[in-house]
Structure formats: structure tokens, C-alpha cells
């Protein structure tokens, strides 16, 4: 495999045991997720707790359950984590800072902290990993997300976490130095159907791939569609649903179809999340299947 793949982390991993504290705030997964709620609906509660135990496992593989703090008030989650040995400190239900806040508190003073978005089902323990070396090389740093202006990662002692829209440049401003690790993996954080697919090509973790295959029938929907737009260049365009509406597609679902190229006119069968496209092929050949 290409050490280039994006499923895989770009080097190895050095083995060398981390001294960071991993800190991971959970939203009560009754109420997480709430963008998704229109592409997922009544299962948004379950991906909501499946992605969160995803990103769970893969941080406790990368430090040990000694070395992760769970800040989440949900009971599930809290009691199942806590059977495994890592520290859960209740939500203070004052946002997403101030419940990384706890975690660090709950950590001790002047310790190694990295606050880790909880929300990334694609997350591996290799990938965390070699994001935690390098930010072992700097006193304060900080992983942005993929679209470069959010944070899925902040490291350092006693800082003040930022998160939020907009949280890199913050971050950044208070003198943290911003890490561009090529680790798809662990810089894509699910918070809308776009995201979701994103995470999906990287390929899911266990329980959030679980609830897609058993649950995600109702909520991502295949049809057909004809081409209605289409820039060879950025690779994005839209399709026109038979009834007439317009959805679009980013470049993200053209590239993974294994197309080369679109008509104008050309019929295809799509798959959608909340009115965008998420998945492109040939009609008559599904997911998985080579185009012949």
C-alpha cells in the first residue's frame, strides 16, 4: 500500500509510551449531533454514541485508559468507560470549553493535556498517535481540522482551549503552534451529512460502521438522477432529481466513484444524505463494484 493512502497514517508509528493525558468532552448523545437530526433522524441518539465510542477506542488504545479523561454527563457512555478504567468527570453543561476545562482539572496542574474533539468516528489509534509525537515536539500546538479553520486537537499545559467555529486561528494567536500532519483519520470530525461521507471513505470504526449498516437504510436514500452540472476541473457539480429538484455533489463524492469524467445529461444512480450527494456510480453498478 501507498504510503500515501489516506486510510493509513504516512509513516510508522515509534512506539515511544506518550506522557500526554487525553481529554475527551462527549455531549449527552441524547442531544449530540443535532445537525445531523434531518439526514438521520430518530437514530441521531445511537451515531451519536457510536461515534463517540469509536473515538473513545481509538484514544485508549493510543494512552492507556490510565491516561484518558472522559468529560460527558451521558450515563451510558460514563458508566461503560469507567468499567474500563478511565477517569469520567461529569459535564458541567457550560459548553464544549468549559467541559475540556474539567477534564484538565480532573488531569492535575501543570500536566501534559490533549483535548480531543470527540467526534470522529474514523479516528485510529496510530493515527492519534503520531499526532501526539509531534506535538510532544513544542510546548503548546495544535492539529487543525480538515477544512484547516477548526481544531480537532489542542495539546499543551494549562491552556486555555478555544474551540469552536473559527477555533484555529485562536489557537494559533495564542501562540500554539498549528501541526498540518497529513492524517485524514484524525482530522475529520462528523458534525453534518458532508462530513459523515468524508468519514466514510476513510473507512469507520466499528460502531459507528455498525449503525450504518443496520440502521442507515431510512436515512440514505438511492435513486437515479441525470447530470446537471459538472466542472472537470473542481470536480464538483449537481444532478437533477426526476421530479425536478437540483442536488449538488462535492468534489469528494466525484473522486471516490471512480469516474473519470461526467456529461451533461449522463443518468446516474446516486446515493443522498440530506438533500447532498454523497455517492456517485454508474447505473447499474453499485457500490463496490468495478466499473466496466
Not at 145 to 161: E, I, S
Not at 200 to 217: C, D, E, N, Y
Amino acid at each position: 500500500m501507498s504510503t500515501s493512502s489516506p486510510t493509513s497514517p504516512p509513516y510508522p508509528p515509534t512506539g515511544r509510551p506518550t506522557r500526554w493525558h487525553v481529554v475527551v468532552p462527549v455531549k449527552d448523545t441524547s442531544h449530540g449531533k443535532s445537525r445531523l437530526a434531518r439526514a438521520v433522524g430518530s437514530d441521531r441518539p445511537d451515531l451519536s454514541a457510536a461515534i463517540a465510542t469509536d473515538t473513545l477506542s481509538a484514544a485508549v488504545q493510543a494512552v492507556a485508559p490510565g491516561r484518558l479523561v472522559l468529560v460527558s454527563s451521558d450515563e451510558g457512555l460514563s458508566t461503560a468507560w469507567r468499567a474500563r478504567g478511565v477517569h469520567v468527570v461529569p459535564d458541567p453543561g457550560t459548553g464544549l470549553n468549559d467541559a475540556i476545562c474539567a477534564g484538565m482539572r480532573a488531569a492535575g496542574p501543570g500536566v501534559p493535556v490533549a483535548a480531543l474533539l470527540g467526534d470522529l468516528p474514523a479516528l485510529d489509534r496510530d493515527s492519534l498517535r503520531l499526532a501526539l509525537e509531534a506535538a510532544g515536539q513544542h510546548p503548546e500546538s495544535f492539529v487543525p481540522d480538515a477544512d484547516g479553520t477548526g481544531t480537532v486537537l489542542r495539546c499543551g499545559r494549562d491552556f486555555t482551549p478555544r474551540f469552536g467555529a473559527g477555533s484555529a486561528s485562536r489557537h494559533e494567536a495564542d501562540g500554539a503552534v498549528r501541526l498540518e500532519l497529513p492524517l485524514p483519520r484524525l482530522r475529520t470530525d462528523v458534525d453534518d451529512a458532508r462530513s459523515l461521507s468524508d468519514a466514510r471513505r476513510l473507512g469507520l470504526g466499528p460502531a459507528t460502521r455498525a449503525v450504518l449498516q443496520h440502521r442507515a437504510s431510512g436515512w440514505i436514500r438511492s435513486m437515479q438522477a441525470t447530470v446537471h452540472r459538472f466542472d472537470p476541473e473542481t470536480h464538483t457539480g449537481s444532478v437533477l432529481r426526476d421530479d425536478g429538484v437540483e442536488l449538488a455533489f462535492e468534489a469528494s463524492a466525484f473522486e471516490s466513484s471512480g469516474l473519470r469524467l461526467l456529461r451533461l445529461g449522463q443518468r446516474l444512480t446516486v446515493e443522498v444524505v440530506d438533500d447532498l450527494v454523497v455517492a456517485l456510480h454508474i447505473v447499474g453498478v453499485g457500490p463496490g463494484q468495478a466499473i466496466r
